[in-house]
Structure formats: structure tokens, C-alpha cells
């Protein structure tokens, strides 16, 4: 280049612009950087995952131009419009995650949606409703059946159990016209959105007996009053006369549910009580269907038994701002792309521990049982091609697989990712494997831990294939609002430590009941409900449970 010429380009070029795109080339060094001085040997792992999930976002047919689904923003009636989007940001946009739900949305369903919405406003907290009834329910005594009646939520357990018993709660205050106001401790501030329009569903810091440390022997419990006669199955009390308030345990007791808590003439008995507190850990929405009282309204709500939680959990359970936003980043940024995307849920309880060989050689079986994942060659895995911009198609050799392991541990994220990244499948599919958390232990005492566990819930439900583990709530929350039935991991045969059979298809998507309720009630002996009601089965994983089937 002549003098002049360089001249030129010097002129073109000041000193200020070349030294921007010597910053520039030192900002972009600078994350593979990071990189190699964070992670030593294991950046050359990260760097891949990003150049696969680059390809994976270019090549997918996800991510087509052509005929995009349009998502059913309100879930076929069950969502109101009548939200402010940005307060609640994952109410609107989580239908877009989600593929269609297989059960239609029963009009009657919407009805009475909406019909408890305007009540729950009438009565809510704030209104001149509920300050008569707090009036009422501060002078010591039930009064006579109030306008507004309302039943407390009070939480235990960890996030799976609370959100099995909030969705339970929610339906009996459907089937009784009743208000529901939730009990929100530290640990669940804002984990979840409001779900009702123009009101809150928070139970106010002034309730008087948020704090009481109820039981199944206190003497605000049904069964005590029972017991003690304070209320009397042929209605010999009148509802003036009744306490203030009833309290209704529906905890886990020896796997079992309390005895005098689902049977017809119970339910006549608290009816007449216009403040209930209620704390349950279990998904006793199966047993509202042994009442014959509620049948035909459940009949009508719900045509297809299997999907009680799938709708109302759609309907009530939103996660907060925070909790979204993990959820969104992680799909955006890690799994949106995929041509397939497979969750692989691990709980190990404490009263069935498993060492980590065992299960992790169970969810293999399963996994290739199932064809759910590739056969691994034993060769390094081929390099990644970027496709050509008029690529239409995704042959079977370069689809790209994501699988996302949600565990407490990191071990079953660790194996499976290098056994994935450092050998090539037999069928050429690429498999990418991402853990978003791991934190060792649960910690429902802990917002952030329930964030983390909320969003993660979320992230399952939007995977194509699931594999969950046995006596998990949580796998249940995430299968059933999915509407996928998953494969369990069949529980062990302790003596030989392992399952004949490595993972089983459930009869339906809906959670299961862990303690069922005695039927007693008036009778001698108890009664089995699977021999009497065509709708119930035990359930898979716990063969003593009860849940819902078609």
C-alpha cells in the first residue's frame, strides 16, 4: 500500500476507533478467560455445552419461522385476562412452555372460576365483609352461617407437599364457598403470584391464630370437638353455639389420614362452622371425591378424573417474579433450542435411602429401556458442524437432546454429563445434560432454596419426556402440571437392591394420595375405596395410595 493510501486509511481509521476494536477483541477474550482461570480442565466441557446450544438454537425446528403454534395465553378459559401483566409475568407467558394440554377445559370449570373470583372479591381481605367476619370471629363464637366463609391455609412440609395440599384447599373451598386465604411465612413471600383479580388471597398479619400451634389432639381440632361433643353428627349444636372456628388436621399420620375427616356426615358437621384453619402435606383432593356430597359438582368440573391437578394447579400455582425469572433464563438460555428435551427428576427420602450406583443404574435401564436416551459408541463424540443457512430439515443424526437433571446431589448431573460429552451415540444425536442447582439439602426455611425449587418444578414441566422418582411430590407437582405421564422408577426390592422392572408408565397424570382416609366413620370395619369407586387406583410407587384414573 502506497503512502497515500495508508494515509487514506489512517484518516478512516483514527488512533480512537483502532483502539475500540483492540478493547473490543480484549472484551470478547475475556469470558474464555474466565473460563480456563475458574474452571481449569472443565472449560473446555462449558465452552462446548455453548457452541452446541448455538447450534442447537441455528438448526432447531423449534425455532422455524414457519407456522409457529400460537400459545392459549389463558389456557382455555381457566386463566382472567384481568391481570397486570408485569406483576406476575410467568401467568401469561408460562402457556407458551407449555405443549396443549391433552384434557379439555369443562365450561363448568370456568363457571365456577369465575363465580369464586367475584366472591373472593366481595369477602376478601379489606372489604367490609371480612371485617364483620373477623368481628364475628373475635367475639369467641360462630354466629349464625355467615355471608362470607372462609377457610385458612396454614403450610408444612417442603414445596412439593405445600403446593399438593394449597391445590387441595383450593378445590374444597370450590365445592364449599368458601374463601381461601393463605397462611405466606417468610419462606414464601412472593414465591407466588396473586391468582385472583382484584383482591389478594394473603391471610392478613392480623389474623389471631396464624401462630397457634395446632395438633391433632387440640382442642380447636374436629375430631377433639367430636369427641368431646361440641359438635354432634345429628345437629344437635346449633351453629351460634359452635366455637368461633374449627381446626381441620389433614397431616400424614402413620400414613394414614385422621379418622372422621372424609366421610358424608362430617362434612354436614363442619359446614356449619364459618372460620376453618386447615394444615395439610398431602394432595387430599383425592379424598373429596369419597364424599358423596361433592361428587356431582366434581363430575362436572372435572369429566376426566386425571385432570384435577393439571387444571387447577394451571390455574392457582404462578410463580413470582423472582422464581420466573431463573425458570425463563435457565429454558432461554439452555434447553429452549432442543428438538427434545427430557427431565430426569432424583429424590432419595429419607425412609427409602438408595445408594447412588443403584438408582443411577436404575435411571439408565429406564432411560434405554425406553429409547429415551441414545446407546453410547465408546468413541469421542464427533465435532460439532454448524448447519448452512438453508438447512430446512434436522436428520436423526444431528438432532439435538437436552436433558435437564433436577436433584439435590450434583453426582447424577456429574456421570451422566461426561458420560454424554466425552462418548458419541450410536444414533449421532447429540445430547446436551444441564443441572440448574444442586444444594445438597432441602431447606423449605429458605426463600431462595424455594425459588430455585419452584422454578425448577417449572423447567420439568415444560420437558417432552420425564423420569421421576417413587414417593416424590415434587415429580408429582411438575408430571402433573406437564399433563405427561412419566416414567417412575419403580421402588427397589430391598433384599436384592433392585427393581425387576426398571421404571413403569402411571395410570394418569394425577398425583398420588400417600394416606389415604379411614372410612370407618360409622361402620365396623374399614373399607378399601379402589373395590367400590371405578375412578381410584393405588397408586404405582405407593401401593397403599389412592389416586385418580379415567
Avoid at 394473603?202 to 382442642?219: C, M
Avoid at 375430631?223 to 351460634?240: E, H, I, K, P
Avoid at 412419566?486 to 422392572?501: C, E, G, I, W, Y
Amino acid at each position: 500500500m502506497g503512502s497515500e493510501a495508508m494515509e487514506a486509511a489512517g484518516a478512516r481509521d483514527p488512533p480512537e476507533r483502532r483502539r475500540g476494536a483492540v478493547m473490543a477483541v480484549l472484551l470478547a477474550a475475556l469470558p474464555l478467560l474466565l473460563l480456563l482461570f475458574l474452571f481449569g480442565d472443565r472449560a473446555a466441557s462449558i465452552a462446548a455445552d455453548a457452541l452446541a446450544r448455538a447450534q442447537v438454537k441455528q438448526q432447531s425446528p423449534r425455532n422455524a419461522s414457519s407456522s409457529p403454534r400460537e400459545p392459549d395465553r389463558l389456557l382455555g378459559g381457566l386463566l382472567s385476562p384481568d391481570f397486570d401483566e408485569p406483576a406476575c409475568r410467568s401467568r401469561y407467558e408460562g402457556s407458551r412452555r407449555w405443549k396443549p394440554s391433552p384434557f379439555p377445559v369443562s365450561p363448568y370449570l370456568v363457571r365456577k372460576l369465575r363465580q369464586y373470583e367475584a366472591n373472593h372479591r366481595r369477602c376478601g381481605p379489606d372489604t367490609p365483609r371480612y371485617r364483620e367476619a373477623m368481628a364475628q370471629l373475635r367475639s369467641g363464637r360462630n354466629g349464625d352461617r355467615g355471608e362470607c366463609r372462609y377457610v385458612v391455609w396454614l403450610p408444612v412440609q417442603g414445596l412439593g407437599n405445600r403446593m399438593l395440599s394449597l391445590v387441595s384447599t383450593f378445590l374444597y373451598a370450590l365445592l364449599t364457598a368458601r374463601v381461601l386465604l393463605v397462611h405466606e411465612p417468610p419462606e414464601m413471600e412472593g414465591l407466588f403470584c396473586e391468582p385472583f383479580p382484584g383482591t389478594s388471597w394473603l391471610l392478613p398479619a392480623s389474623f389471631p391464630y396464624k401462630d397457634v400451634r395446632f395438633g391433632s389432639e387440640s382442642k380447636e381440632s374436629y375430631v377433639t370437638m367430636l369427641q368431646n361433643n361440641v359438635v354432634r353428627y345429628d345437629g344437635g349444636n346449633a351453629s351460634s353455639a359452635l366455637p368461633a372456628y374449627v381446626y381441620l388436621h389433614l397431616e400424614n399420620m402413620n400414613l394414614r389420614l385422621q379418622s372422621h375427616t372424609f366421610c358424608e356426615e362430617d362434612h354436614r358437621a363442619l359446614d356449619g362452622f364459618n372460620w376453618m384453619v386447615l394444615r395439610s402435606d398431602s394432595y387430599f383432593a383425592v379424598a373429596l371425591f369419597l364424599v358423596p356430597t361433592y361428587r356431582d359438582e366434581l363430575e362436572r368440573m372435572f369429566p376426566s378424573k386425571g385432570s384435577v391437578f393439571h387444571h387447577l394447579g394451571r390455574y392457582l400455582l404462578h410463580p413470582g417474579n423472582p422464581a420466573w425469572g431463573i425458570a425463563q433464563r435457565f429454558f432461554d438460555g439452555y434447553l429452549a433450542g432442543a428438538d427434545q428435551r427430557l427431565g430426569v427428576q432424583v429424590r432419595i427420602v429419607w425412609h427409602h435411602p438408595v445408594p447412588f450406583d443403584v438408582m443411577f443404574d436404575q435411571i439408565l435401564r429406564c432411560t434405554r429401556e425406553h429409547r429415551l436416551l441414545p446407546q453410547l459408541t465408546g468413541s469421542e463424540p464427533p465435532a460439532i458442524v454448524r448447519p448452512s443457512s438453508n438447512t430446512t430439515a434436522t436428520s436423526k443424526a444431528n438432532k439435538v437432546k437436552a436433558v435437564l437433571v433436577v436433584s439435590l446431589k450434583p453426582e447424577y448431573y456429574d456421570k451422566l454429563h461426561g458420560m454424554y460429552y466425552n462418548n458419541a451415540t450410536a444414533s449421532g444425536e447429540l445430547v446436551t445434560v444441564y443441572q440448574p442447582s444442586h444444594d445438597q439439602d432441602q431447606h423449605t426455611e429458605a426463600r431462595a432454596h424455594n425459588e430455585r425449587a419452584l422454578a425448577e418444578i417449572f423447567l420439568l414441566s415444560y420437558c417432552d419426556e420425564m423420569v421421576t422418582t417413587s414417593w416424590s411430590t415434587f415429580g408429582y407437582v411438575a408430571h402433573a402440571l406437564a399433563g405427561l405421564r412419566p416414567r417412575l422408577l419403580a421402588p427397589l426390592d430391598l433384599s436384592k437392591m433392585r427393581s425387576d422392572v426398571a421404571c413403569v408408565r402411571p395410570a394418569s397424570i394425577e398425583p398420588c394420595l400417600h394416606s389415604p382416609p379411614s372410612l370407618v366413620c360409622r361402620r365396623k370395619q374399614d373399607l378399601d375405596p379402589v373395590a367400590h369407586v371405578p375412578f381410584l387406583r393405588h397408586c404405582e410407587d405407593v401401593d397403599f395410595g389412592l389416586k385418580l384414573v379415567d
